[in-house]
């Protein structure tokens, strides 16, 4: 499942839903860095209060930026679309672009000599 949040509105129901769901696959973090976006420290707050934990919040720019930087080939690929149709072609198409570009970078947890374009297709049969 790509690690990205793509909602028709960002809204804090949305973000809540997606920070449950990160953390319920991953575990809970210690610290998590955003952007300055009010939608999700108001998650991430709720989270907090909800579960009673204490997962730091930091807004550093410049830690965020690697974040940026990573999906840096995403935007690059589909700048080039023009947009998309609906909503739904646009989720199955950003998680294909991720899911190379996931493979690309080594972090497939697939084991063999196949090249990138093979092990896509493996995963996607």
Do not use: W
């Not at 965020?64 to 198409?93: C, M, W, Y």
């Amino acid at each position: 499942m790509p690690d990205f949040l793509l909602t028709a509105k960002r809204d804090l129901k949305a973000a809540l839903r997606f920070l449950r769901k990160a953390i319920g696959q991953h575990g809970a973090p210690q610290k998590i860095t955003i952007d300055r976006s009010g939608t999700n420290t108001a998650a991430i707050e709720s989270y907090n209060a909800e579960h009673d934990t204490e997962i730091e919040i930091r807004r550093v720019k410049y830690l965020h930026n690697i974040v940026e930087q990573d999906h840096r080939a995403v935007k690059r690929v589909t700048r080039p679309a023009l947009g998309f149709k609906s909503f739904r072609s646009a989720v199955a198409t950003l998680a294909g672009v991720e899911l190379m570009h996931m493979i690309r970078k080594g972090q497939s947890r697939t084991t063999g000599e196949l090249r990138p374009a093979e092990q896509f297709y493996s995963l996607a049969a």
